[in-house]
């Protein structure tokens, strides 16, 4: 279909914000980048910069496309599909990561990280069954072209729902976990930060999903790269804030108050108190004992080795029940 004047106009717009946005994530991303030793070995980082790579893929290759320059062929909407696959797996393990930060168990981290991964791997290869040969010049059958018209809006509505339920995850794990367990109370504006950006990114899945009704079907292709680029500023501006929340300095005294509401059995440095006081009174008792019999006149090997070496016990929160020393010779019994 060729284009018309209000295709490009839309796509015009398109382009503006995906510079805007791009220019500012683009900068976002440089510094997180260089804020980390060995950012070669940060999956965070790479999911980063392929989210970035395939935006831009995406952009030019829609506006060639759009322009006539590139022909509307099989290997060209593969390669757009394929950066669009790199997108939303990109974007949906960027959240995981986030939530596996915060979560308590770690195994059901990793199993939502996969299981999520073949879902959208599972929806992009029917998606690339169905969207190549609808959109072809001319189409391969005009079943594709059918199929294609409700299978590539409901696509889009599973990512999205996908994309919320990750988000309400992460926001139940602060909530629950970080603010009302432990008292980390300044995990309050990470929460309403989260919650706001949340409604923005099922916002722009809406607005996309809309644009999907457009007379040409290159046109919404060109809004992909801004709903993504909005995602991964979004992402980064998460990824600072946890940053800035685990560096401030206030978060060790709540870490700390948040400790002395734990049990009796996990407050060890009372415990370790605790055994150096008895360690104490048992040793001057020896040292007493040990007096009175040198009063009397008696002399045991015992007590010409005395240790005064201090113990504490750091392995295990049992009381202090047994010590080392070597027991006590008997009394001897008054001669006259």
Known sequence: MEPSVSDFKLVGLAAGFTLGFGFLTVWNAIKQTSEIEKPYKSPFVILIWIEILSNVVIGVMGWLVLEGIVPVIAPVLALLLFCWALQIQCCMQIIINRIYVVVEKKKTARKVKWGTACLI?????AVFCIWIPAHMTPPVNHTFVLINRFWDPIS?????IVDACLNVWFLRVVRVRLVRQNGLKKYGPLVRFNMRMMFISVLMDAILIGLMFLPNPMVYIQFHPVTYIVKLNIELKMASLIRKLARDSNINNEIHEAAMNLPTRFNSQSHYIKCDDEVREKRNLRHMQFAQLRQQGFE??????????????VTSPRPFVQDNLPPLPPLPKDRR
Request: net charge positive; hydrophobic share 45%.
């Open 121 to 125: 791997t599972a929806i992009n290869i």
């Open 300 to 313: 045991t090997e015992d007590m010409k080795i005395m240790k005064t070496t201090s113990v504490r016990v």
């Open 156 to 160: 889009k509505l599973l990512i999205c």
